[in-house]
C-alpha cells in the first residue's frame, strides 16, 4: 500500500526522506515521488518503479531544503505511472495522500467547472485543488485544509506543503498516520519502520487529528479547529528488528525469527506453576453469557481465525463462526450483545477487518483485536487488545504474524476455559508446558531447511500444486497454498482432503505435486485414505508429518517430518516447512520474494 514519509527540522531533508521511503518499500508500491520546500519555492519529482530510481536523481544535492514529504504509491485510480505518482500539486499547495477519495468525481467536477485543470487520473489531486479552492474564497491555510477534509468522503492519511510558507500539515481518517518527535526535528510516517532509525518516541494520530509542524514545533488540533492532545508513546521496536540481519530477504529472517517471536507472545502471559494465563491487557465482559465467538480478518490472518474455530469449539463448547472480514458487515451478520468478536490482524490496519470491528461495535458486541502494531486502529479502537508481539513483520508474506496469531489464540483459549470452569489449573499447566516446547520444536524444523531448499528445487518448475488436509490442517494448507502463489506466482490451491473425490481429484497426475499435512492426530487414517487415492492416479505426494513410521510415510515422493505436539498446537510446526518451501521455490525462481508483485503489506482501502 501506498506509503507517507515527512520531515521537518533543521537537517536536509532529501536523505533523510529517501532513506525513510526505502524503509517503507515492503508495504509494496508501484512508482515514487518526493517534494522539497526552499525558500518559497517547492520542488518535487516523481518516478515510476523504485525508490532507487527516484534516489539517482534527487539526491544529487540539488534537492536542497529542510523541509518535505515522499510518498510510496500503490494504484488505486489511474494506472501506474509518472503522471499518477504522488505528490499532486495545484496552484501553490503540494499533497501526498493515503487511502481512497470516495466522493472525488463529484468533487473533481464542481472543481472542473470552476476552471481548475487536472492532470493526473487520481482520486487524490482533487485535495490540493480543493485547498486552493477554499483559499481563493480568502481562507487562510489551516482553514482552507479543515475545511477541504470536511469535505473529503472516504479514507486519507495526508502530507500537504504550501510553496509560500514553511508548514507541514499532516492529518488522517481511517488511513495510518504517526508523528516521530526527534531531538529539535519531526518525522511522519505511515508506518513506524520508516522512521524507527530516527526516534522511538511517537504521537499515533487518530481521526480527524490534523498537525501542524512548523518552526520547528509542533501544533495538534481536530477538523474544527479546536487543539486536541495526544500522548506521546515509546515503542520497544528497534532499528536492527526492522533489519535483514544477514538473511537474503526479511521473509527469510521472520521465518527463522519465529521461536523467538513466540517466545516473545508467551512471555510474561504464561504462569506455568500456577497454572495460569495473565491477560491482565483484557477486561472480558462475563465469559459465561459469551453465546457465540466470531472471528473474523483478512488473508493470512484470517487462516488464524479458522484454527481458532477449531481451538474454541473443541475446548470451550461455544459456537465459532469465522468470517472473511471483506463479506462481513454485507450481510448483515446477526449479531447479539453477548456475542464476542475477534478481529485478527497483523497490521492492525486492514481497511476491512477495521469496518468489521465497527460492524461489531455498532451491533454491540464486545469486540477484542489480536494485533501485531501498537497504536494500530486495531489496537486502539476495539474493546480489548492482545497483542502478539511479533516485533515488526516487514516482508509482505505473513509468516511469523501468523504462528504467533495461533499462539495468542491456543492461550486466549485457556484463559477463558479457566474463566468457565472448564480447564482447571492442571489442564492449564499440561498446556503451558505444551506451548513452552514449540520455540524448540519449531527450531529443530528450521534445522530441515537445507534438506526443504533441497525439494523446492526438485518442484520449482511445476506449474500447479494441490494442498489437501483435514480438521485443523485445513487452514493450515490453505496458508500453505497461499504462501506459495503470492511470493513464487504458482497456481497453488487448497482443499480440505475429503473434498478431493467431489472434483479436485480430476486434475490428478504425475504433474501436479500434491502436499499433504497429517499429522497422527483423528483425521489421520482418513486422510491417508485420501493419500492412498492420490498414489493409485500416480500423483506425486510432498507428505507433512510427525509419523515417520507410517506405512504412507514410506511412499511419498517427499517426506518432512516434524515433532509432535497437541492437535492445536500442530498448525504452528507444520506451517514452518511450508513457509520454507514456498520460500526457496520463490527465491529459485528469483521472485521479488519480499514485495511480490501486486501485494501490500497493509490493505489499507476496502
Ligand atoms: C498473506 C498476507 C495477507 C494478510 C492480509 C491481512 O501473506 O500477508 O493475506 O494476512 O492482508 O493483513 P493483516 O493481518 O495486517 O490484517
Known amino acids: 500500500m501506498c506509503g507517507i514519509v515527512g520531515y521537518e527540522g533543521n537537517r536536509e531533508a532529501c536523505d533523510i526522506l529517501i532513506e525513510a521511503l526505502k524503509r517503507l518499500e515492503y508495504r509494496g508500491y508501484d512508482s515514487a515521488g518526493i517534494a522539497i520546500w526552499d525558500n518559497g519555492a517547492i520542488k518535487v519529482e516523481r518516478r515510476k518503479g523504485k525508490v532507487e530510481e527516484l534516489r539517482k536523481i534527487v539526491c544529487d544535492g540539488t534537492f536542497r531544503g529542510q523541509i ?9 485510480h489511474g494506472v501506474p505511472s509518472e503522471r499518477n505518482a504522488h505528490p499532486h500539486k495545484a496552484g501553490n499547495v503540494v499533497v501526498v495522500h493515503n487511502g481512497i477519495i470516495e466522493n472525488y468525481m463529484e468533487l473533481k467536477n464542481r472543481l472542473k467547472e470552476k476552471g481548475q485543470e487536472f492532470l493526473s487520473d487520481t482520486d487524490t489531486e482533487v485535495i490540493p485543488h480543493l485547498i486552493i479552492d477554499h483559499m481563493n474564497d480568502g481562507m487562510n491555510f489551516i482553514d482552507a485544509v479543515r475545511m477541504t477534509l470536511k469535505e473529503l468522503k472516504g479514507s486519507y492519511a495526508l502530507g500537504i506543503l504550501k510553496e509560500d510558507e514553511r508548514i507541514l500539515i499532516a492529518a488522517r481518517k481511517e488511513s495510518p498516520l504517526i508523528v516521530g518527535i526527534g531531538d529539535g526535528e519531526y518525522f511522519i510516517a505511515s508506518d513506524a519502520p520508516a522512521i524507527i532509525n530516527r526516534t522511538n518516541k511517537f504521537i499515533f494520530l487518530e481521526d480527524n487529528d490534523i498537525v501542524i509542524l512548523q518552526n520547528n514545533t509542533l501544533k495538534l488540533i481536530n477538523i474544527d479547529g479546536e487543539t486536541v492532545e495526544r500522548a506521546i508513546q515509546r515503542v520497544q521496536w528497534t532499528d536492527a528488528m526492522a533489519e535483514k540481519g544477514g538473511y537474503k530477504h526479511f521473509m527469510l529472517k521472520e521465518i527463522f525469527e519465529q521461536p523467538r517471536a513466540i517466545s516473545d507472545t508467551l512471555l510474561g502471559r504464561i504462569k506455568e506453576e500456577e497454572g495460569e494465563i495473565n491477560f491482565d491487557e483484557i477486561a472480558l465482559p462475563d465469559i459465561r453469557k459469551i453465546q457465540k465467538i466470531w472471528m473474523v480478518a483478512c488473508g493470512t490472518s484470517y487462516h488464524a481465525c479458522m484454527i481458532g474455530k477449531h481451538v474454541f469449539e473443541a475446548n470451550l463448547r461455544i459456537p465459532v ?14 449479531i447479539s450483545e453477548d456475542d464476542l468478536l475477534i478481529v485478527v490482524s497483523q497490521s492492525g490496519e486492514t481497511a476491512d477487518t477495521i469496518a468489521a470491528m465497527k460492524e461489531g461495535k455498532r451491533k454491540g458486541a464486545f469486540t477484542l483485536s489480536i494485533c501485531n502494531v501498537l497504536g494500530s ?11 502478539t508481539h511479533a516485533g515488526p513483520e516487514i516482508g509482505v508474506a505473513s509468516t511469523k504474524a501468523f504462528t504467533t496469531q495461533v499462539s495468542v489464540i491456543f492461550m486466549l483459549m485457556l484463559f477463558m476455559g479457566k474463566k468457565l470452569d472448564i480447564l482447571n489449573n492442571q489442564d492449564i499447566r499440561k498446556h503451558i508446558l505444551e506451548i513452552k516446547r514449540i520455540p524448540h520444536k519449531l527450531q529443530t524444523i528450521l534445522e530441515m531447511a537445507p534438506s526443504i531448499e533441497e525439494a ?32 513464487s506466482y504458482i497456481h497453488a490451491e487448497a482443499y480440505a482432503a475429503g473434498e478431493m473425490k467431489h472434483g479436485p481429484i480430476a486434475l490428478i497426475d504425475e504433474n501436479m505435486p500434491i502436499v499433504f499435512v497429517s499429522p497422527n492426530d483423528q483425521t489421520y487414517k482418513k486422510t491417508c485414505s485420501n493419500m492412498e487415492e492420490v498414489t493409485a492416479r500416480r500423483g506425486r505426494i510432498i507428505l507433512i508429518t510427525d509419523d515417520k513410521n507410517h506405512e504412507m510415510s514410506k511412499r511419498v515422493d517427499t517426506l518432512f517430518v516434524v515433532p509432535d505436539t497437541i492437535y492445536e498446537l500442530q498448525p504452528i510446526l507444520s506451517m514452518a516447512p511450508l513457509q520454507l518451501f514456498a520460500y526457496y521455490i520463490a527465491n529459485f525462481l528469483g521472485t521479488d520474494v519480499d514485495q511480490p508483485r501486486n501485494l501490500a503489506k497493509s490493505v489499507t482501502v476496502e
Open 68 to 76: 518535505g514529504l515522499a510518498h510510496t504509491r500503490w494504484a488505486t
Open 321 to 334: 463462526e469465522t468470517d472473511i472480514a471483506s463479506e462481513f458487515r454485507y450481510r448483515d451478520p446477526i
Open 377 to 387: 486502529t486495531l489496537a486502539r479502537d476495539a474493546d480489548g487488545v492482545i497483542f
Open 456 to 487: 523446492a528445487r526438485k518442484y520449482m518448475s511445476c506449474k500447479d500444486f494441490l494442498y489437501l488436509g483435514r480438521g485443523i490442517q485445513f487452514p493450515t494448507v490453505l496458508e500453505g497454498a497461499l504462501k506459495l502463489k503470492e511470493i
